[in-house]
């Protein structure tokens, strides 16, 4: 089974309009950890945000968000006022309990592509 | 602060050759991970250094193998290279214990083999 599921094939927004990205995730780790990616067409993956399995608040940084819904094993990201920059693929990462300390290997999805029209 | 570098920013090699690829840590990480992304996929881990001994590896095979050196930086050496080998790698760097320990990755390098 998937860990780490996108399904979205590909996103349209519209410049200054908010867009939400899908991520679902598969554990029977307690402890875990959910981080989302962005890939320009350059290749760089850029951190953009993190959320901890035992975190009571959605996390935040900037104009993203993260929807995270423990029990449905949801953790979508919300980007606000959309920009022209924001075009690029999106993944959805996980680090479990398992791969802490020193081994802490990230299970990636298969990434989503957002396009930003002006 | 210097970030994650990676070189060389492309490479074009021919089957059955070897190559090796490079990357520096960023300041202050002590741990640098390797993955294996081919066009349209999530990336995929290949393995783990710390302390400059391999920890954690995923599911490649043993021509795949690396190194880290004392000032952290670390090196991916592939053998024997196979068409699907063509792929982007990435490096990415975290920092000690502790954290959510977010690894902060470098642009990678594209490799194709012909």
């Known amino acids: 089974a998937q860990k780490i599921t996108q399904t979205q094939p590909g996103m349209f927004v519209q410049e200054k309009e908010a867009v939400t990205l899908d991520c679902t995730y598969d554990t029977s780790d307690p402890s875990y950890g959910l981080f989302w990616y962005k890939q320009p067409s350059s290749g760089e993956m850029i951190f953009l945000i993190y959320?901890?399995?035992?975190?009571?608040q959605n996390a935040t940084e900037g104009r993203y968000s993260l929807n995270f819904q423990k029990a449905r094993k949801s953790a979508n990201l919300v980007i606000s006022a959309s920009q022209l920059g924001d075009s690029a693929m999106y993944f959805c990462?996980?680090?479990?309990?398992?791969?802490?300390?020193?081994?802490?290997?990230?299970?990636f999805g298969k990434g989503i592509t957002l396009s930003v029209r002006p | 602060e210097t970030g994650v570098t990676q070189s060389p920013t492309h490479l074009i090699k021919t089957r059955g050759q070897q190559v090796t690829l490079r990357c520096s840590s960023q300041s202050g990480h002590n741990t640098v991970s390797w993955y294996q992304q081919a066009l349209g996929q999530g990336p995929q881990f290949i393995f783990q250094?710390?302390?400059?001994?391999?920890?954690g590896r995923g599911n490649f095979p043993p021509r795949f193998s690396g190194l880290q050196f004392p000032n952290y930086s670390s090196e991916l050496n592939v053998n024997a290279l196979e068409l699907d080998d063509s792929a982007l790698y990435l490096c990415?760097?975290?920092?000690?214990?502790?954290?959510?320990?977010?690894?902060?990755f470098g642009p990678g390098t594209r490799l194709l083999v012909l």
């Open positions: 959320q901890g399995s035992y975190d009571q």
């Open positions: 250094y710390y302390r400059e001994e391999e920890n």
């Open positions: 990415a760097s975290s920092p000690p214990m502790g954290g959510q320990k977010t690894q902060y």
């Open positions: 990462a996980m680090r479990e309990a398992a791969s802490t300390g020193a081994n802490s290997k990230l299970t």
